[in-house]
């Protein structure tokens, strides 16, 4: 099985998902977030790239989510933090989830066979439900401002150390993947020192959101997994 790490969203050229499964990963915060939602009751999160698609989108019922500049837009109900997808606010309801960077990356993937999300929250389920779909792997790093992020490359290498973990068959991987699954061997057992430290991390932790750093930094305290199914993430 082959496995591609793509670093950021700008690398991401749609011939390099046709007939594989896509994992996206934007750790901080959007596919937290998405697995938050769900786990929360969510009826499915529908990603958008700008926030004129998303208010344009919205119908009754629904909430409009997402955020720029790290704050929540203004007019809408959620920002991106996971700590707000609450079961009371979102049970049964489908969520316009705008980011800047998550959402975009999850538009990019949308060639692949297969578009599920995942964080270190959902690392090893996502691993597993990607093996079950039995076509090669494209990993790609939401990253920031179409620049690499050490928060997304570690959970790629997480979830590569998965796959291997998981898998029957041997594993073929690009230099980045190579790299990553280093990166992780070598931080596991102090990940949010890496992530608080990261970039985005300090920058969250500046804006007031350092709880939701702690949140996103844990591996494997969900099995839910977002897939694309139409123009919605459900649970897969
Ligand atoms: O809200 C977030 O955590 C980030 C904000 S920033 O652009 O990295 O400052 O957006 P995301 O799309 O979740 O990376
Ligand atoms: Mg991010």
Not at 15 to 42: K, N, P, Q
Not at 71 to 77: A, D, Q, S, T
Not at 83 to 108: C, Q, S
Request: net charge neutral; hydrophobic share 40%; glycine share 8%.
């Amino acid at each position: 099985m082959q496995i591609e790490v793509i670093s950021n969203v700008n690398e991401a050229q749609s011939e390099r998902f046709s007939h594989r499964t896509a994992i996206v990963i934007d750790v901080l915060r959007a596919t937290s977030t998405i697995v938050a939602a769900l786990a929360a009751g969510a009826a499915g999160i529908v990603p958008v790239e700008t926030v004129l698609e998303a208010r344009a989108l919205l119908c009754d019922g629904q909430l409009l989510a997402g955020e720029r500049f790290c704050r929540k837009i203004p007019g809408f109900h959620l920002g991106n933090s996971p700590e707000e997808f609450t079961t009371e606010i979102v049970r049964g309801r489908r969520v316009v989830l705008t980011t800047t960077n998550g959402t975009r990356a999850l538009h990019k993937a949308m060639r692949a066979d297969h578009v599920l999300a995942g964080s270190l929250n959902n690392a090893a389920a996502c691993a597993r439900t990607a093996l079950e779909l039995r076509r090669d792997i494209v990993l790609l790093c939401a990253g920031s401002h179409d620049e690499f992020a050490l928060e997304d490359g570690v959970c790629a290498g997480l979830i590569i150390s998965q796959l291997q973990a998981t898998g029957s068959s041997p594993l073929e991987m690009n230099d980045l993947g190579a790299a990553m699954l280093g990166l992780y061997r070598n931080t596991a057992d102090h990940l949010y020192d890496l992530i608080s430290g990261s970039v985005t991390g300090k920058r969250l932790i500046k804006y007031g959101s350092g709880r939701d750093v702690e949140r996103c930094s844990q591996v494997n305290c969900s099995t839910i997994v977002p897939r694309m199914q139409g123009d919605m993430l459900v649970q897969g």
